[in-house]
């Protein structure tokens, strides 16, 4: 017995593999030709210095005072003092003449820059410490 009778489907007037072929197709072109905009993970505003030079962090420790906490942060990840002093001591103890940059925000704390450089001084980085800043103070 039979109580329902099977309908026979008929075939879509559009072809739909082609059209799956086409949207890949276009995925892919879109994936290949776009272009990723890095984004900062803090704002600074960097104090102003009729000094400053221009110079390159490549191979060098980046330190960032923020002026909310977390207040460091070593290259992007956030860090406390503590957890500072030991990477700054083993990169120390690899590396021969370690350079170190501090990044600080004009209304950053003064006591987090103090505590930075004594850290520094404390782990071995006997080069000064340079600091980034916006050039064209004027006198």
Known sequence: MRFTQRK??????IIIVSL???LIVLLIFLMVTTTFKQQPSIKLTLPQSTQARA???????VV??????PYLYLGAAPVTLEKLQTELRSKAAK????????????????????????????????????????????P
């Open 8 to 13: 026979r489907r008929l075939p879509p007037p």
């Open 20 to 22: 799956i072929d086409i």
């Open 55 to 61: 110079g390159s962090s490549d191979g060098n420790l």
């Open 64 to 69: 960032t005072i923020a002026k909310q906490a």
């Open 95 to 138: 590396e021969p003449q370690p350079a170190l940059v501090v990044r600080a925000d004009t209304d950053a704390p003064v006591g987090q820059l103090v505590s930075v450089m004594d850290i520094a001084k404390a782990a071995g980085f006997r080069k000064p410490v340079s600091m980034f800043t916006k050039s064209g103070l004027k």
